[in-house]
């Protein structure tokens, strides 16, 4: 996160923190910056003996005079956390809606909107629900972040800086098998009665979930879920350019297992399919990135095969199946359904 943090404090935060939070007033000759700053004359602050230290070897960014005109330098505390705060809302929402509307638009089957357990705008109801949710989320991510900036992470940049040359392939399945271990145990912890109606049941109101519904959560359940992938790099060495694509790649994952497109027919990713059922009976397919820990832990539960084909799975047939079992797990788990479903519904749509 230093990378992303240097660039961004290079082209936006440090002119906006040196408008909003200018210094003292003084005047200083550039080339008495101990980091050269790129201006021959500055006429401004230069609060604290701040020196610039590149967060990779890979590329430098020298600081402009905006650097070092603020009374907030760019390794004081606070800043670093409000910065790391609206980087990690604004990405946050910008991922969440360029990849969910890339599913939604390309991807996400529209017959679903009939579906008997599709809710009335229902969309509209996911979207809300996330944004309402980020920027809880991103107040508890943030000290993880501020912490792996200030040193006390084992991030690492180059390859002689981590274990070899070897861990720079191993630690991808390494993050993968890590957290979704401990995703599986987390999920099934917010499946427990007291927890699900506090925390997860919001997440569980989407039945049928379209891909606006990845990052839907309540705040604390959302934050939960992602705790291992902030705790891995604590305890295991991450590189940081891997650290950076491996989020990208858990945000968009989160939107794929959630677009209703069961591609993944595999008996060993946890896909589209599998997750659905878990939006749909609740109580299976707990896991993340595989089956592996829904098998031990006897929570698996396969797709049928008719999800798999196109003339099936949006079928009338199929419909009637899955809204009988939902109903009867619904009560056993939450009691009375108080969600409103869509008018449309297939009673508004006959599918095959």
Partial sequence: MDIVLEV?????????????LPASSATVVANSFKDGAANATVTGPIPQNYQYHPSTEYFQLKPSQWAYMSAWPRDNIVRQSVSLYFITWFFGLVVYFVCATASYVFVFDKT????????????RK???????????????????????????AKLYDTTEQGPGLWYNYFQFPLFIAFTDFCIYWIHRWLHWPGVYKAL????????????????????????????????????????????????GFINIWTVLIHDGEYVAESPIVNGAACHT??????NYNYGQFTTLWDRLGGSYRKPNDELFRKET??????????????ERIVKEVEGEDDRQYSSQGVAAKKVQ
């Fill in 112 to 123: 679903t909107f009939y579906h008997p357990k599709f809710l009335k705008h229902q969309i």
């Fill in 313 to 326: 799975k949006m079928g009338q047939k199929e419909w009637e199946r899955q809204v009988a079992e939902m």
């Fill in 277 to 282: 059922l878990h939006h749909l009976y609740f």
């Fill in 126 to 152: 996911e979207i809300k629900q996330t944004m309402i949710s980020m920027p809880i989320m991103a107040i508890f991510t943030v000290p993880f972040f501020v912490a792996e900036i200030r040193g006390y």
């Fill in 8 to 20: 961004l404090d290079t082209f936006f935060f440090d002119r906006v923190y040196a408008t909003l």
């Fill in 200 to 247: 997860h049941k919001p997440h569980h109101k989407w039945i049928m979930p379209s891909p606006f519904a990845s990052h839907a959560f309540h705040p604390l359940d959302g934050w939960s879920q992602s705790v291992p992938y902030h705790v891995f790099p604590f305890i295991f060495p991450l590189q940081k350019f891997a650290y950076v694509v491996l989020f």
